[in-house]
């Protein structure tokens, strides 16, 4: 009986969970799609966003978030890889862990003040797509290790001893049996880091800019979709573009996960 009562407890909270998802997805789809047509996501904005598309907005997180996951994706990987087979459990691998768990843990706004003052303002690098990217890849950088490790750490160690009995060598052994083996994991930090970097406004607001023209070069400054989306329901541009630019934001989320397991899964097959 308390059995019963604990997996109705359990489907009732994973329930309610459920429905406030499709609430938001629903509310903003309903209406944000009436005016999602081609021309508006192919042109770029007039009068201040009251009136044209979103292309430049979608050119400026495209090019944000992979700039970014160019940037983070290698070194959180490669630190998960030293942390976990390269050194013990000693003062620098705890340091490491708990700078990167403080990291995870800091507002996106003190992320773009740390932006704007080193990139934007120290380095000379102004408003622009770059000064947005190192940023972003500032902010995914602790997920991606975070998760990283613990797929890595989830490899049997038995995996590890036959290899070395075959006579490779701990590199081979990481590249060959332990990356491979921890992929899902690696796969699935990566996308939850594309989520944060794609959702992102104030740290991008801070260091990227709000330009509405197409950027031409990385120093160009540029505005991504979420901004765009703040800019235009917060100073009451227009509320029908901002639920449409929400909707766009929406869809390309789910694209970027759906491919991203769709690539993940075959590898893995490939593999098998």
């Given at each position: 009986?308390?059995d ?28 944000g799609l ?7 996501l192919?042109?770029?904005p007039r009068?201040m966003g ?7 907005a979608?050119?400026g ?7 970014a ?5 290698p070194v ?11 050194t013990r459990?000693t003062?620098l691998?705890r340091?490491v ?9 800091i507002?996106?706004?003190?992320f ?9 303002i ?13 940023t972003?890849?500032a ?7 975070r ?7 989830a490899?049997p160690?038995?995996?590890r001893e036959v ?9 081979q052994?990481?590249?060959s ?8 994991g690696i ?8 989520g ?7 740290a ?16 160009d400054?540029?505005?991504t ?7 235009l329901?917060?100073e009451?541009?227009?509320?029908e573009?901002a639920?449409t ?5 929406i ?7 759906t ?5 993940m ?5 490939k593999?098998?």
């Amino acid at each position: 009986m308390a059995d019963r009562r604990v997996t109705l407890l359990f489907a009732g909270i994973t329930g309610f969970t459920v429905l406030i998802l499709v609430f938001i997805i629903g509310h903003v789809m309903i209406n944000g799609l009436p005016g999602l047509a081609l021309p508006f996501l192919l042109e770029s904005p007039r009068e201040m966003g009251r009136t044209g598309g979103v292309f430049p907005a979608i050119v400026g997180t495209v090019l944000l978030t992979g700039i970014a996951l160019v940037i983070a994706a290698p070194v959180g990987i490669l630190t998960a890889v030293y942390l976990t087979e390269y050194t013990r459990d000693t003062w620098l691998p705890r340091i490491v862990r708990f700078g990167t768990e403080s990291l995870a843990g800091i507002p996106s706004i003190i992320f773009g003040l740390f932006g704007f003052l080193f990139f934007v303002i120290y380095l000379n690098l102004g408003w622009s797509v770059l000064s947005g990217a190192l940023t972003l890849s500032a902010m995914i950088l602790p997920t991606i290790v975070r998760t990283s490790e613990e797929a890595i750490r989830a490899v049997p160690e038995a995996y590890r001893e036959v290899s070395f009995a075959l006579g490779s060598t701990r590199w081979q052994t990481v590249t060959s049996v332990v990356l491979p083996s921890a992929k899902p994991g690696i796969v699935t930090g990566v996308i939850l880091a594309i989520g944060r970097a794609i959702g992102e406004t104030a740290a991008v607001i801070f260091t990227a800019g709000s330009s509405l023209r197409l950027p031409r070069t990385l120093l160009d400054s540029t505005r991504t979709l979420p901004v765009h989306f703040y800019i235009l329901a917060r100073e009451g541009i227009s509320l029908e573009n901002a639920y449409t630019t929400a909707a766009v934001l929406i869809i390309l989320i789910l694209a970027i996960n759906t491919a991203a397991y769709a690539i993940m899964d075959r590898l893995t097959e490939k593999e098998g």
